[in-house]
Nanobody, 124 residues
Framework: QVQLVESGGGLVQAGGSLRLSCAAS????????MGWFRQAPGKEREFVAT????????YYADSVKGRFTISRDNAKNTVYLQMNSLKPEDTAVYYC?????????????????WGQGTQVTVSS
């Protein structure tokens, strides 16, 4: 069983930045592909970014490409999402997810574990 705990959400003005963190339990963190997803009110949960177990491969949704950066520190069992140039449409609950034994995590059905989510609100 893997537990994921997100932190770092908050309220920020448009154009600002936030860094989300997701701490994972377990001793095999480097075997998990990790992903960030988000869900706005009244909308389905959507893919944001994913990173391979080694950190050598990343992939982003078009809506965040060039503004968000996913990274991980396997020594700390933590994955990060650096969010720059934030827009009001980035407002959502952001979720961390893990997939065991694969190099990427691209949709909600592929996730084996979820965090509880952290709220990000971008004001205009």
């Amino acid at each position: 069983q893997v537990q994921l705990v997100e932190s770092g959400g908050g309220l920020v003005q448009a154009g600002g930045s936030l860094r989300l963190s997701c701490a994972a339990s377990g001793r095999t963190f480097s075997r998990y592909a990790m992903g960030w997803f988000r869900q706005a009110p009244g909308k389905e949960r959507e893919f944001v970014a994913t990173i391979s177990g080694s950190g050598g491969s990343t992939y982003y949704a078009d809506s965040v490409k060039g503004r968000f950066t996913i990274s991980r520190d396997n020594a700390k069992n933590t994955v990060y999402l650096q969010m720059n140039s934030l827009k009001p449409e980035d407002t959502a609950v952001y979720y961390c997810a893990a997939r065991v034994g694969y190099s990427g995590l691209y949709n909600v059905r592929e996730s084996d574990y979820w965090g509880q989510g952290t709220q990000v609100t971008v004001s205009s």
